[in-house]
């Protein structure tokens, strides 16, 4: 079945980059993968997606120019980097995985990763 | 920006039906998804493209939508089902976009 697993949390000063890593197996690394964040006590706020396959991105609006997702196919895994850091950033950071294209769901999920943004 | 409403919280008592209400003007030309979330735990996806739902989730889970307003349906509510409720549709082909969540609580 497929399975997401997510890296450890981290912990970063404001003006920091963090780089988020998610494992894909289970099924042919070529699905669409999004990231989501979840800040303590709120909702869910979509920050972008990949293709792995093809490379193409896609981002919310807030995030582009700060946030960067990439991917590594030999090890098919999928990162999301956020740069100058601020304490707004501290979140939970989910990777999700569906059906690719437009309109589509997210059916599977990673374990999320806490970023802490402190001084 | 394209915003989904949906009320903060729903309660209901065990082995009746809750409806949880995701709102947007003309809503129903597009698929909404419905995501369940309880502490602590990743978001588990219950209902897709508006009334669909993946194997594992029981048939007491159900979806609808038309006009502006889509609707989660649980019917016979679990202890179990308590958590928070997410919708969730793509404003465009390049933005993904969540509703606000709404906390239901089975008691």
């Known amino acids: 079945q497929v399975q997401l697993v997510q890296s450890g949390a981290e912990v970063k000063k404001p003006g920091a980059s963090v780089k988020v890593s998610c494992k894909a197996s289970g099924y042919t690394f070529n699905y669409d993968l999004h990231w989501v964040r979840q800040a303590s006590g709120q909702g869910l706020e979509w920050v972008g997606w990949m293709n792995p396959d093809s490379g193409n991105t896609g981002y919310a609006q807030k995030f582009q120019g700060r946030v960067t997702i990439t991917r590594d196919t030999s090890i098919s895994t999928a990162y999301v980097e956020v740069s100058s850091l601020r304490s707004e950033d501290t979140a939970v950071y989910y990777c999700?995985?569906?059906?690719?294209?437009?309109?589509?769901?997210?059916?599977?999920w990673g374990q999320g990763t806490l970023v802490t943004v402190s001084s | 920006s394209y915003e989904l409403s949906q009320p903060v919280s729903v309660s209901v008592a065990p082995g009746q039906t809750a409806r949880l209400t995701c709102g947007q003007n003309d809503i129903g030309s597009k698929n909404v998804h419905w995501f369940q979330q309880k502490p602590g735990q990743a978001p588990v996806l219950v209902i897709y493209?508006?009334?669909s739902r993946p194997s594992g989730i029981p048939e007491r889970f159900s979806g609808s939508n038309s006009g502006n307003t889509a609707t989660l349906t649980i019917s016979r509510a679990q202890v179990e089902d308590e958590a928070d409720y997410y919708c969730q549709v793509w404003a465009s082909s390049t933005a993904v976009v969540f509703g606000g969540g709404t906390k239901l609580t089975v008691l």
């Open positions: 493209r508006d009334s």
């Open positions: 999700a995985t569906g059906p690719s294209g437009y309109d589509s769901h997210f059916e599977d």
